[in-house]
């Protein structure tokens, strides 16, 4: 078998096994979706008429403004189950075994990864679709822009699933794993996500907008209602792009290393 | 084609100034079983480990050849031709016996059918049917260990690396374990073992290698190994006072104990020897109520080779146990990880 079937055969292997796992344990995923849709209502709700009237509007505009943002948090906080999952796997007996076979090597990670972005279209199709039930409109997306938006969420996912694949793999246990990958949900508190950034300190304003998440969702608010992208597609493309490789190189050094 | 199944040269291994393996030599025919025998923290687990390749050997280390494929440069040959079980098991606990066995089907690119007959076989020759669909984190420590074998088994190794397979099961369990790696040899594979119990070295290996202290002290069979070590005798009891006596003036060499009206002869316990007691005893008109062989068991061995002379005393004295065991380094526990 050549390296490149052997590859694609034990990583769907390894694949199955994750999304076996999910299955059979969904408990971890349905707490993780619990934060973005309570973060959803409370702003929308609680908050909305407040926050609609700070970015000129109400709490409907508000809705159009937030859910976007909302999105891509599920994303951050989908992936710190994955830094959960991938150290608890790690204490495994059977990661050992791996080690000993004639497998391909990275195939354990590649399994996590794709498991986990498939996690995440999941976890964003919940949390999009409270939010068109709670009166989210897209204005003006065509196809394309669909299509480009799914792209955007998926390459997201992947890089932010490659680093939190290395929190996972250098934390000793599940609770560091998971403190470790704390930052990941709390980021979108500190990018456009719930409040433009002109209305920000301006001393805070350059790290907000520079931040992965803000360019991010500032796309994806552009490509599904319609407003200014400019320079954040790029941006949003090249910080998945250096997340995924850094996420990756990080990630396959340490668990080729991992022996003992 | 090599008839070694493994050949290793002067295996070396620290973590930092720790050293743990200090140049030992392992050869293991095909079709044996070979024994490494050691107290807790010899370098058993190290040993396998490196042979497994799941750690680099360290500096100094000669060639190392498993299944005739070189460790340095073919890892992955070696990987195919090995078969693995760990102390501490390697099965996946979320999921059931029988997605276990499918999923290593699927690692070694069986085909679907294929892998469902071997996992079906396996499971039932383990005796783990009944269990198959229940989450292997319910099952107890012999159905995983039993488990833990049958996934070695999916991918047919040629050769079985067994690191202390029967510690923490019970004398069933054990005894069915022991059964299982006898079979695993009349099929043809070989296998190597680790193991801190003398018996099941005795009762298992072709070969012993006693491992202490990162170094080999001493290798052969087990018969080759006793007799290495004095300590075989006559013992010969009596009820009678008068014949006690007799005795002990017919047998020059015999130790007496007055007490117990006890004669030991020392003897490696041949036939000869035995006969040459029986006619000096015979020739005086004696007759012994009790007549026993000891033969210095592995225990004698295990304890002379690791050279804690405290350790003997622990056996027969219990009172004095406590300070024996002190003397043994208390090292953790190394783990395949």
Redesign the interface.
């Known amino acids: ?1 050549s390296t490149l079937a052997l590859t694609v ?2 990583s769907s ?1 390894m694949l ?2 994750n999304l ?2 999910a299955r ?2 969904p408990s971890l995923t349905l707490n993780l979706l619990l934060t973005p849709i309570m973060l959803l209502l409370l702003f929308v709700y609680i908050f909305g008429d407040a926050m609609g009237s700070g970015i000129g509007g109400g709490r409907t505009e508000y809705i159009g403004y937030i859910v976007p943002g909302l999105l891509l948090m599920t994303i951050g906080s989908t992936v710190v189950g994955t830094a959960v999952s991938v150290s608890n796997d790690m204490t ?12 391909h090597r990275g195939s354990v990670l590649v399994g996590h990864v794709i498991g986990s972005v498939l996690q995440s279209v999941m976890s964003v199709t919940v949390v999009g679709a409270v939010g068109v039930a709670i009166g989210f409109r897209s204005s003006g997306a065509g196809v394309l822009e669909w299509l480009a938006a799914f792209g955007l969420l998926v390459l997201f996912a992947t890089a932010l699933t490659w680093i939190a694949v290395g929190m996972g793999l250098v934390s000793p246990n599940a609770e560091a794993a998971s403190n470790n990958a704390t930052p990941l949900i709390l980021l979108p508190l500190l990018s456009s996500a719930f409040v433009p950034i002109h209305a920000m300190p301006g001393w805070f304003q350059p790290i907000a907008e520079y931040q992965p998440f803000t360019p991010a969702i500032e796309t994806l608010r552009g490509l599904l209602l319609g407003s200014e992208i400019g320079h954040n597609g790029w941006l949003a493309v090249a910080w998945c792009v250096g997340l995924s490789v850094l996420g990756y190189s990080w990630s396959t050094s340490k668990f080729n290393s ?3 | 084609m090599s008839s070694l199944a493994i050949a290793a040269n002067n295996l070396h291994k620290s973590y930092g100034d720790k050293v743990v393996l200090d140049g030992v030599d392992l050869t293991v025919p095909e079709g044996t079983i070979f024994s490494l025998l050691g107290p807790n923290g010899a370098g058993k687990t190290t040993a396998v480990k490196i042979l497994s390749t799941l750690t680099s050997p360290g500096t100094g280390t000669g060639a190392v050849r498993i299944g005739g494929h070189d460790l340095a440069t073919d890892p992955q040959k070696v990987r195919a031709s090995i078969g693995v079980t760990g102390q501490f098991s390697a099965v996946d606990n979320l999921i059931t016996g029988e997605e276990n066995m499918l999923l290593m089907a699927d690692l070694h690119h069986l085909t679907k059918r294929e892998g469902r007959r071997t996992a079906a076989n396996l499971l039932a020759r383990f005796d783990l049917t009944d269990a198959a669909k229940k989450p292997a984190s319910t099952y107890s420590g012999g159905m995983k260990r039993r488990l833990d074998l049958a996934m070695t088994l999916v991918g047919n190794p040629s050769i079985i690396f067994l690191d202390e397979p029967t510690t923490g099961l019970d004398p069933r369990s054990r005894h069915n374990m022991w059964q299982i790696i006898r079979e695993l040899v009349t099929d043809g594979a070989t296998v190597f073992l680790t193991t801190q119990y003398l018996e099941e070295a005795d009762q298992l290996a072709d070969r012993i290698a006693v491992l202490n202290h990162g170094r080999i002290a001493a290798e052969g069979t087990a018969g080759e190994l006793k007799r290495l070590i004095p300590g075989g005798h006559i013992r010969l009891r009596f009820t009678d006072p008068i014949a006690y006596r007799s005795a002990g003036l017919a047998l020059r060499d015999a130790t007496g104990d007055d007490d117990a009206l006890a004669l030991q002869i020392p003897s490696g316990g041949s036939q000869r020897e035995l006969r040459s007691v029986l006619d000096r005893l015979d020739s005086a008109g004696i007759e012994a109520d009790e007549l026993t062989v000891h033969t210095p068991d592995l225990d004698d061995v295990f304890f002379a080779l690791t050279g804690d002379a405290h350790a003997t005393d622990a056996r027969t004295t219990n009172a004095h146990a406590t300070n024996a065991h002190a003397t043994v380094p208390a090292q953790a526990k190394e783990a395949v990880r």
């Open positions: 078998m055969r034990d292997t199955r096994r076996l796992h059979r344990y495994e007996g059977i990661i050992a075994r791996f080690r000993t076979m004639a497998i991992e022996s003992k």
